[in-house]
């Protein structure tokens, strides 16, 4: 990506933090261990007691999908515009009105807004960090990277923290052809191709990696490799080349743990077959592809709930570059034409997308049961550039959180008047994922053993009360 226009110094606002904060902070940052390391978990499965949680809405959620949108969304045109600031600031955008009074969002999202009652918006987003993979990888760990401001980051030690899907698998193992966590349609990574840390299994091992689908669901040509018997071999074949192999692992002992989980893993989807049903997208009617829109990232979503359907407990969506992008803006990272990019590109695919998982979810009984996540790595600078941009902004960003219990049609936090700091409840990555893991029945303070066999708890930060009880 693309070096920031402006680099707003660090120590500005860091007083939004208390001591105590701070100091989880730095704990978390501290712990880690070895790429590829594989401890097991502070408690058996088996033993692992559950406690629930005073705030509501623990455990609602059967499935949590994130939707990451690469390269960081400008907060002014989607959740936090500032139509009292000036034009170099607020652009050229107006906000609307949703269907909650008081609660307004950009004018580029409609659709959105009609469904502002199940919507959370979060406008107090933070990690201070303008770099792409350093705040993304806070974002997606809930760790701070060592150090921050680091863009093109490597993968590995000592930033090698699971995140939250290699958590998932780790915590919840995958049942018989169903993985507990898939990440899909691309992985996240910068120009030239540097992938970025956080992704994951990190310390907990590659076993706990999550599911990397590299895929296209808007190719009419679509399918996934694997997931279907091939062509001309008999199902009968298949099971007896499955217990040749259960024979041969049994025979010969140095073949690995992994080649044999994952073999078991490829015959029990073949078997079972509800991931290789949820990915024959083409079954789905005209008219729902349509509500979701003929590209990657609405049919990825479409996609989403019918793997949703088929019982996946994490799912995480990655917004990655479109046709037409260029290295200059590619993806949410506007340093360019940031007006245009957002009224015909961007906003359009993700809002018509976005309303329709919700409604969808909705209409088949299933929002109760799931939590979606909006977000990106971090949100663009209030200022303008010189080519009508917005640059890199990690003090101040929005997302939004709704389904499985979350109190819909409010706002938690806010900025000042040009969408530049927060100004009260600040949202750090470690108490978003804190309020994740909630969702799903999983307390924060769950612990791992790190590859010193140190307990470690799930995440540092505190789950947002207001999420669920407003």
Partial sequence: ????????????????????????????????????????????????????????????AKTVIMLFHLGGPPQHETWDPKPLAPESIRGNFKPIS?????IQYCELMPLAARHAKDICVLRSCTTADNAHSSSGYWMLTGVPHQPLQTENAKVGFPNDHPSFGALIR??????????????????????????????????LGRLSDPWLVHCD??????????????????????????QLWETFAKRFPGHTPSQSRQMRDAFAMIRTGPIAKAFRIHEENEKTRERYGANRWGQSL?????????GVPFIQ??????????DDSPAWDTHNNNAKRCKDHLLPISDLAFSALIEDLKIRGLLD?????????????????????????????SGA????????????????????????????????????????????????????????PASRGIVIPKVFEG
């Avoid at 479409?302 to 088929?310: D, F, G, I, K, Q």
């Avoid at 799931?370 to 101040?396: C, M, Q, Y």
């Fill in 302 to 310: 479409l996609l989403t709930r019918r793997l949703v359907e088929s």
């Fill in 1 to 60: 990506m693309k070096e920031p226009f402006q680099h707003p110094p660090l120590i500005h606002k860091l007083g939004q933090f208390g001591r105590r904060e701070w100091l989880r902070i730095g704990m978390a940052a501290g712990i880690a261990g070895p790429f590829g390391f594989a401890p097991k978990p502070a408690l058996s499965m088996g033993d692992l007691r559950q406690v629930q949680s005073p705030i509501s809405g623990f455990g609602r």
């Fill in 401 to 456: 959180i709704c389904g499985a219990g979350v109190r819909g049609g409010q706002v938690i936090g806010s900025t000042d008047r040009q969408g530049a700091f927060v100004k009260d409840d600040p949202v750090s990555p470690q108490d978003l994922r804190a309020t994740m893991l909630h969702a799903m029945g999983i307390g924060p303070d769950t612990e791992l053993m790190d590859p010193l066999q140190r307990p470690i």
């Fill in 369 to 397: 049961s799931t939590l979606i996540v909006w977000t990106g790595e971090f949100g663009r600078s209030p200022k303008h550039n010189g080519g009508g941009g917005r640059d890199h902004w990690g003090h101040a960003f």
């Fill in 217 to 242: 669901p808007s190719k009419k040509d679509f399918e996934i490799a694997g997931l279907s018997f091939p062509e001309g071999i008999e199902p009968e074949r298949i099971m007896d080349r499955a």
């Fill in 170 to 203: 780790h915590l919840r193992p995958d049942k018989p052809g169903v993985p507990s966590s898939i990440t899909l349609p691309d992985h996240i990574w910068n120009t030239g191709g540097i992938p970025w840390p956080g992704q994951d299994g990190g310390f």
């Fill in 98 to 102: 949703t269907t909650v009074p008081g």
């Fill in 317 to 326: 969506v990655n917004w990655t570059r479109l046709p037409g992008d260029t």
